[in-house]
């Protein structure tokens, strides 16, 4: 069992940064996949990055390319998402999710994911 819980979200004006960060339960952190997904109100799910367990394997989604950094110290048990240059249009609820670990190739996956935080609130101001 892993418990996620997110930080860092607020409110910032378009063209700022934050850094969100997930920290994990237990013992096993490292065991797992980890990524970031966000849901604006009306829309999706919308994968946004991922960070293999070993944290040599990174994967963004569209819009989060160039961006957004994620990165992992398992040491601590967090997982951090970097987000720069945020636009209106980056407004969601991030959650942080962990995979146990398997294929990456389904990494981008929310349906993949075993657990998941109760996400923190982004809201970029134009």
């Known amino acids: 069992q892993v418990q996620l819980v997110e930080s860092g979200g607020g409110l910032v004006q378009a063209g700022g940064s934050l850094r969100l960060s997930c920290a994990a339960s237990?013992?096993?952190?490292?065991?797992?996949?980890m990524g970031w997904f966000r849901q604006a109100p009306g829309k999706e799910r919308e994968f946004v990055a991922a960070?293999?367990?070993?944290?040599?394997?990174?994967y963004y989604g569209d819009s989060a390319k160039g961006r957004f950094t994620i990165s992992r110290d398992n040491a601590k048990n967090t997982v951090y998402l970097q987000m720069n240059s945020l636009e209106p249009e980056d407004t969601a609820v991030y959650y942080c999710a962990a995979k146990v670990q398997g294929p990456l190739w389904q990494i981008r996956y929310g349906s993949e994911y075993d657990y998941w935080g109760q996400g923190t609130q982004v809201t970029v101001s134009s």
């Open positions: 960070i293999s367990w070993s944290g040599g394997n990174t």
């Open positions: 237990g013992r096993t952190f490292s065991s797992y996949h």
